[in-house]
T-cell receptor
């Protein structure tokens, strides 16, 4: 079936540290892959996406590469800031009617 | 560009009562989604509309949940009667066409507490 498995949190880092949040998926067909972010008190918003194999999505210093061979879409950032503290969700559109399947989310806290 | 609007933001009811949520999608977006997000989990799709027709309601508990999208714009989601396990955040999202590469834009959500 369709599923998304992402790194269990919470993740706590110091400012300027390197971030990786792992995400793997199972899906039928050729889904698009997404990272959504939820800042405290706000709704979900798209962080980045990739629509085909080997594509790299990037935004606000975050990057993720669509790896079809390992069915992965790991999120990385070279130097995190306090303002990056949020919950991060990995998702794919491989379900019927292209519905999104989400992971459970990873809470990131960045300390000054 | 205005985002997805939802109301109310918070609702507290007792079990067996009914409740309704409202959503106004981004103008021009054909596809509208309702998700349920239980604490500590990712959002789960309840129902998907394309214009005013239902595309997918396979995970909607139809004995107590109903949804409609009149005139292909605004939508309401109703729960009657509510159970304790319905406590969650209900998210509305919209996208331009509902295709595989489409970005879904989410509203702020309605946090429902059932006592």
């Amino acid at each position: 079936g369709n599923s998304v498995t992402q790194m269990e949190g919470p993740v706590t880092l110091s400012e300027e540290a390197f971030l990786t949040i792992n995400c793997t998926y199972t899906a039928t067909g050729y889904p698009s892959l997404f990272w959504y972010v939820q800042y405290p008190g706000e709704g979900l918003q798209l962080l980045l996406k990739a629509t085909k194999a080997d594509d790299k999505g990037s935004n606000k210093g975050f990057e993720a590469t669509y790896r079809k061979e390992t069915t992965s879409f790991h999120l990385e950032k070279g130097s995190v800031q306090v303002s990056d503290s949020a919950v991060y969700f990995c998702a794919h559109s491989g379900g019927s009617n292209y519905k999104l399947t989400f992971g459970k989310g990873t809470l990131l806290t960045v300390n000054p | 560009e205005a985002g997805v609007a939802q109301s109310p933001r918070y609702k507290i009811i007792e079990k067996r009562q009914s409740v309704a949520f409202w959503c106004n999608p981004i103008s021009g977006h054909a596809t509208l989604y309702w998700y349920q997000q239980i604490l500590g989990q990712g959002p789960k799709l309840l129902i998907q509309f394309q214009n005013n027709g239902v595309v997918d309601d396979s995970q909607l508990p139809k004995d107590r949940f109903s949804a409609e999208r009149l005139k292909g714009v605004d939508s309401t989601l109703k729960i009657q009667p509510a159970k304790l396990e319905d406590s969650a955040v209900y998210l509305c999202a919209s996208s331009l066409e509902g295709g595989s590469t489409d970005t879904q834009y989410f509203g702020p959500g309605t946090r429902l507490t059932v006592l």
